[in-house]
């Protein structure tokens, strides 16, 4: 009775979850890879037919679909590296102050919570032909630069934005991380009078790496699902240049309710995403038994 009693309170507590979930993730999945092989129209769905693997040759062969690839690739090359070096570059830099440490955490991370939508309408102003940035330029006697109205520069821009504005969260990572890492190790290399690059290089990022992958990979993930930036800033142009796979997602399946056309596009990005997470998990795991097995030779 007991037992009974305890397992009725157990699903009265994961019940509502797991409603949650049927309704919000697990449906919707299926009808996305459902939908994915039919040309289903939300404004005509009686009209519906199987087309079977008809909607992934049509995107493949979309042009809209492959600058919207390439664009989101180029972006992440251009923000992963920004947002992941500068974040470990931060994180060191806080890690040495004595004074306002707190103070600098929270400066940081703001950005963070606050709204992408908001965010990237303050960077339109201080992208624009008078704002902020140009104003700067103009003392250094640089002409004005059309930044977010440049098919060339408006991509560059968005990711210098982006990369502003998440760079906090993978810092509080990092300075996690440091904060862990055993001081006597740097104590036994200023015994041996090492210099402040080889500790950083010999103590530093091996203990950091598990969490370097973790970060890198993170943003790129992260960087694949752009959408508001674009959307806010530009509207996916000039001439499509920061036109990405996301916002083709939403362009297709809410501006010309071409469901099934869209749920293809967003079972080719996920398998995308599962095969990055997959790369994670491999690259992640092969580094921490690396690194633990080194660790008990030390020992």
């Keep these: 009775m007991k037992k009974k009693s305890e397992s009725i309170l157990g699903m009265a507590f994961f019940g509502p979850a797991l409603v949650l979930l049927t309704v919000f993730l697990f449906l919707p999945m299926i009808l996305t890879l459902i939908f994915s092989f039919t040309d289903f129209f939300a404004l005509n769905p009686a009209l519906t037919h199987f087309v079977g693997l008809d909607n992934f040759f049509q ?8 600058q919207a690839f390439i664009n989101t690739v180029c972006f992440v090359i251009i923000i992963v590296p920004l947002q992941g070096l500068g974040s470990l570059g931060l994180a060191l ?25 908001v965010v990237s309408t303050l960077w339109v102003q201080i992208y624009g032909p008078e ?45 996690g991380g440091l904060q862990a890492i055993n001081p006597a190790l740097y104590e036994a290399a200023e015994m041996d009078h090492a210099t ?34 674009p959307m806010v800033m530009t509207g996916g142009g000039p001439s499509h240049s920061t036109y990405t796979m ?54």
């Design 59 to 66: 995107i493949f062969h979309d042009e809209d679909f492959r």
């Design 93 to 117: 830099l806080i890690n040495k102050v004595t004074h306002c440490k707190r103070y600098f955490k929270v400066a940081f991370f703001i950005p963070v919570v606050m709204s992408l939508a």
């Design 131 to 175: 704002g902020i940035l140009n104003s700067i330029l103009a003392n250094f006697g640089i002409p004005a630069q059309p930044f977010i109205n440049s098919s060339s520069q408006a991509l560059p821009a968005i990711a210098i934005m982006s990369a502003w504005q998440g760079v906090g969260y993978q810092m509080i990572i990092f300075l």
């Design 196 to 229: 402040s690059w080889q500790k950083f290089k010999d103590i530093t990022l091996p203990e950091l790496k598990p969490l370097c992958i973790f970060v890198f990979i993170t943003i790129t993930i992260g960087a694949f699902r752009m959408l508001v930036q």
């Design 246 to 299: 996301v916002y083709d997602i939403y362009e297709t399946g809410t501006v010309n309710w071409e469901i099934g056309l869209a749920s293809t596009m967003a079972i080719v990005f996920a398998v995308f995403v599962m095969i990055l997470t997959v790369i994670q998990t491999i690259l992640t795991r092969d580094k921490e038994e690396k690194h633990e097995n080194k660790k008990a030779k030390n020992l």
